[in-house]
């Protein structure tokens, strides 16, 4: 019997860090409410390009990414999946945000977390995200993502 694929949908999100802040966006979508560069990785890209690409779209920046703070997969009732890398990244050196934000975006700002919580944002997993990264948690290494067939 042959089994069908499993539709994937698969999303890159970035938590970007300069001193004790956090870079935001504010969408043109999903209400227009606050949240991190993230969106779809596109056909053919890997997740940390779609994680670069994302973050030019939408705040105008060029990042240096560290390491990834999760790895996520959630199968949805209609057979399908979603799958998101959560990457840790900073600015590239003398690189700056656009605070018009990118194409995709209304706005970009650096907050901190208690200014992060008093915007209308996403979801709590925002500041989850940037509280995971302040307490010290584990970052692990970008090796941990990789194309099949190389050897471990």
């Keep these: 019997m042959t089994r069908r ?5 698969c999303f890159a999100l970035v938590v970007i860090r300069q001193g004790g802040k956090f870079l935001v966006v504010q969408e043109r979508k999903h209400g227009q409410r606050w949240y991190i560069p993230a969106g779809r990785v596109e ?21 240096t990414v560290e390491g990834i703070l999760r790895v996520q997969h959630t199968p949805v009732d209609d057979g399908s999946a979603r799958m998101r890398v959560i990457f840790l990244a900073s600015p590239e050196d003398g690189a700056t945000v656009d605070p018009a ?3 995709d975006a209304l ?5 901190t977390i208690d200014e992060a919580a008093e915007l209308p944002l996403r979801g709590t997993e925002v500041l989850e ?6 307490k010290g948690h584990p970052i ?3 090796s941990l993502l990789g194309p099949e067939g190389i050897s471990i």
């Design 5 to 9: 694929p499993t539709p994937t949908w």
């Design 43 to 63: 056909p053919g890209e890997t997740f940390l390009h779609g994680a670069q690409r994302e973050t030019r779209e939408e705040a105008g920046l060029d990042i």
């Design 101 to 103: 934000g990118g194409p």
């Design 107 to 111: 706005q970009a700002r650096w907050v």
């Design 129 to 134: 995200m940037f509280e995971y990264v302040m």
């Design 140 to 142: 692990h290494p970008l």
